[in-house]
């Protein structure tokens, strides 16, 4: 009718209202898995980076080391540089070979001075093992703490909301939903930010499984060539 103004009640409350009107406890909650969300993420793209490099200089490495040139040009190109594990296993491995030439302990000596080759190989591989690892506690800790502080934060919300019922003695669902919905949102903020971090590392782990056996097969064909070199230059010796 002509005049009339009709209003129309408000259903929808927006998130940044529900942490407004949340208490200080789950506002220090959420934002603190926020927080860890905002670096999951930032450690994710750093390392879908770092992997992507890693597989690309490591395919060029083997390309090069599997041509047939010498290993000693290999070897005086990488220097001390290396650019991948691949190439610090190989250039660890061809420092310790050289310095035992110079010495000349080959000669009589060539099981000790392989078991050290093989030796100084696996320290090269422990460490770069242990690099690509970086983070991956953070992200395994965000992934399964997270969802527990979420729920812990409902609880926290619903008890409160239970607490606001019993001393208004409104039972209303109007007066009781948006208490609900504030207590529910630190779940959903658990998960957004457990679930890419899982995914992330379950993805990361298996990446690091997969190039630590490279690394491990690598250093085996290195050790058998260097063995067979040991042998002839024990032999001309």
Known sequence: MPGQVETVSRTTISLWEMFEHSDIFMKILMIAMVLASVWSWAIIFNKVKTFRSVKEKSKKFEDKFWSGNSLDGLYEKIGGRPGSPLEAIFSSAMKEWKRSVSRKEIKNKGINVQERIDKVMQITIDREAENLETHMIFLASVGSVSPLLGLFGTVWGIMDSF????????TNIAAVAPGVAEALLTTAIGLIAAIPALIAYNKFSNDIDRLTNRMETFSGELSAIISR????VGSEE
Not at 163 to 170: A, F, K
Not at 229 to 232: L, P, S, Y
């Open 229 to 232: 070199q040991i042998e002839q």
């Open 163 to 170: 607490q606001s019922i019993g001393l208004t003695q409104n």
